[in-house]
């Protein structure tokens, strides 16, 4: 029998896979690109599944199970930082995990994010004021149409709100990401509303990463954005919209927003609630395999015998209606193998 990619995903969905192959080291993890480069095969690669939207027809080629476990720790010249280098197949909140405990500063604020570490530069990863690009120092990626491994510096990945260099396109494989972190007990200064007073700091104030790793896990639980596999609200790709940006004078009255360089941020939470799709959507219009979640309507759910097909149905009725109230258009911000919304 072929192997699902709904066993592979957090959606638990998505049809067949041709072939299946597992990465346990990055030498492995190029040779098997490169081989299936050459020979004409298609490559998708997976690695914790969780920002995947993929067809119910699955996928004709390979797939490559990304599970690189490396880890390496060096200090900088000064001593007062540590430079981490993560192979892509180390899982992202161990990772965290592991800097809150070592005292490494920087990441405690992006704690519970699913997926692993070589898929966090790819949408520029990032919660509660903080992303990967604050503390990325360097990365090593394989570029498909050359077949050269090449070290990159952050001023090339393109960095943006959640996008970067490789977010729409399937030419490079990030093999490992080195973050630089200041050697502290404290995480950076806390400018998110909900996290510092949760925290009982002022926003701009610093607080000790251990109680922001704890209070955001508290929180992301609170919304379904900690996998449980007995929760159906945590069987999502998290956020399926991406926050908007507008022009500024375009912000519909009473949403919340953002000043970002020139353009404003609108919230798609929002959005979505004041367009007529509370929590729990779906699963009162007979829609009850895909719903919203009932946590967090920025989360299209699985129930539990869902098809990819009817998510997207879902998510063109949320987008549309959306569009139609606001005239704001949401994308995804999930990736969409063999689908379009």
Known sequence: MPELLADLTTLRLGGPAARVATAVGTAELVELVRDADAAG???????????????????????????????????????????????????????????????????????????????????????????????????????????????????????????????????????DVTFRLLRSPDAPPVHYLELARRLGVEPGDPAPSAAVRDTVLLLRAGKGMVLDAADHDTWSVGSFFVNPFVAPGAVPDGCPSWAVDDRIKLSAAWLIENAGFGKGFGLDVGRGSIALSTKHTLALTNRGDATTTELLELARVIRDGVEARFGVRLRPEAHLVGVEL
């Open 41 to 175: 095969d298609p490559v998708l690669i997976v690695g914790g599944g969780s920002n995947l939207v993929v067809s119910d027809d699955g996928w004709p080629g390979l797939v490559v199970l990304v599970r690189s476990p490396g880890l390496t720790a060096d200090a900088d010249e000064s001593g007062e930082h540590v430079l981490v280098t993560a192979e892509a197949g180390v899982v992202w909140d161990s990772l965290v995990a592991q800097s809150v405990a070592e005292e490494w500063s920087g990441l405690a604020s992006m704690s519970g994010i699913p997926g692993l570490t070589g898929a966090t530069p790819v949408q520029n990863v990032g919660a509660y004021g903080s992303e990967v690009a604050d503390v990325i120092s360097g990365l090593t990626v394989l570029d498909r149409q050359t077949g050269e491994v090449e070290a990159w510096g952050p001023e090339r990945c393109g960095f943006g709100f959640r996008t970067s260099a490789f977010k729409h396109t399937d030419r490079y494989v990030v093999l």
